[in-house]
Structure formats: structure tokens, C-alpha cells
T-cell receptor
Framework: DAGITQSPRYKITETGRQVTLMCHQT?????MFWYRQDLGHGLRLIYY???????DKGEVPDGYVVSRSKTENFPLTLESATRSQTSVYFC???????????FGPGTRLLVL | DQQVKQNSPSLSVQEGRISILNCDYT??????FLWYKKYPAEGPTFLIS?????DKNEDGRFTVFLNKSAKHLSLHIVPSQPGDSAVYFC????????????FGTGTRLQVFP
């Protein structure tokens, strides 16, 4: 199906474990983004990518790693999960000349 | 430092009445603004946008107003419907960094019968 998908939708992990959240889009959008949503903070940008092999930090990048070897995929890795990374994570994408971002359904992550 | 602020965490409106959601910003270099709507367990979806060269943009029941001197924008929904119950986020783009958006904290709108 066309669109933007995230996997897994729900994840429970333990402190110190490595976790990777996947994001896949079928529009060939050049830009991709990772946000986290927390009560009282709204949507905060973690990392974004303007094209394959180009990534940049957002507001809250600490503790996260991203890569973009293919245009359609933008995985987010928590190298050593902490309880403060319990959140809902959204991936988004957009074309190069538009500002409208299209969001995935989100991944709810619980770090115990 | 929150550059985009939505000071009302929640709003309750009767069906058929007007809903007004507010958003304030601090950065005078913001030149494009968007509103997103989010239902529970779903990702945000784009609703309406406005460029800083305009002061109003309308799309059906949704109108966004921009007051640049006050650094304030508002989203009007008329008439409000129960299906409008959701969290609304405003977002802004800076002219010097058009790669990304800065989002506000969101306002939960509840429309009751």
C-alpha cells in the first residue's frame, strides 16, 4: 500500500537495550523526519533527513541514532534505551518543495 | 525555549458553535504556518496552512487567521462538529531554515452535542 508506515506499532523494552524503530514511505519523498510526542511538549523533532545519506539533528537528538541508506527508509535507533525515552514516536515525510509533512501512525514505546 | 505556544491545553465547544484555537509564536522569521489535527492512536494529518504574506486562508469550515504584528494565529472551525474532536497542533517554518517545522504543544478540542 502506498503511504508511510511504521513498525512496530507498540514496543516494550528494558533500560539499556537497543531498540530500532522502522519507517518506510512509498512516495519517494526526499525529506523524512522523526518526532516524539510527550504530554506538555507537543511534537519535538529528533532527527531529519533531506535525502539519502544526509541527516541532521533536531531539537532532542541525544540518545538516538539515524541512518538513511535508501530514500524510502529512515530507521531510528535508541542505542541504550532509558525510561525518559518512553514516548510515542512519529515518522513523517514530505517532498522537496512542499512544507506539508505526512505522518505515519506512530510507535508507542515503553521503556521499563 | 518554546517558539510556538498553544497556551490552552484544552477547549470544549458545543456542536454547531464556533471553535477558536489559538497559537502564539516568538520568532519574527517564521514565514509559513500550518495546522495539524490528530486523533488518538493516529498520526497527525495536515489541515490548513497560511503564508506570512496573507492574513487569512479559508478551506470549507476551517479558516486560519494570521496577525503578524501580534505574532498570533488562530484556527476557526465553523460550525463545529463532534468529528472535530481531536488534538490540534500549530506549526511554523523559519525563513532561514525551510527544512523543518517547529510544532506547538497542542490543544485538545472536544465538541459535545
Amino acid at each position: 500500500d502506498a503511504g508511510i508506515t511504521q513498525s512496530p506499532r507498540y514496543k516494550i523494552t528494558e533500560t539499556g537495550r537497543q531498540v530500532t524503530l522502522m519507517c518506510h514511505q512509498t512516495w519517494s519523498h526526499s525529506y523524512m523526519f522523526w518526532y516524539r510526542q510527550d504530554l506538555g511538549h507537543g511534537l519535538r523533532l529528533i532527527y531529519y533527513s533531506a535525502a539519502a545519506d544526509i541527516t541532521d539533528k533536531g531539537e532532542v537528538p541525544d540518545g538516538y541514532v539515524v541512518s538513511r541508506s535508501k530514500t524510502e527508509n529512515f530507521p531510528l535507533t535508541l542505542e541504550s534505551a532509558t525510561r525518559s525515552q518512553t514516548s510515542v514516536y512519529f515518522c513523517a515525510s514530505r517532498g522537496p518543495f512542499r512544507q506539508t509533512q505526512y505522518f505515519g501512525p506512530g510507535t508507542r514505546l515503553l521503556v521499563l | 525555549d518554546q517558539q510556538v505556544k498553544q497556551n490552552s491545553p484544552s477547549l470544549s465547544v458545543q456542536e454547531g458553535r464556533i471553535s477558536i484555537l489559538n497559537c502564539d509564536y516568538t520568532n519574527s522569521m517564521f514565514d509559513y504556518f500550518l495546522w495539524y489535527k490528530k486523533y488518538p492512536a493516529e498520526g497527525p494529518t495536515f489541515l490548513i496552512s497560511i503564508s506570512s504574506i496573507k492574513d487569512k486562508n479559508e478551506d470549507g469550515r476551517f479558516t486560519v487567521f494570521l496577525n503578524k504584528s501580534a505574532k498570533h494565529l488562530s484556527l476557526h472551525i465553523v460550525p463545529s462538529q463532534p468529528g472535530d474532536s481531536a488534538v490540534y497542533f500549530c506549526a511554523a517554518r523559519a525563513a532561514y531554515n525551510t527544512d523543518k517545522l517547529i510544532f506547538g504543544t497542542g490543544t485538545r478540542l472536544q465538541v459535545f452535542p
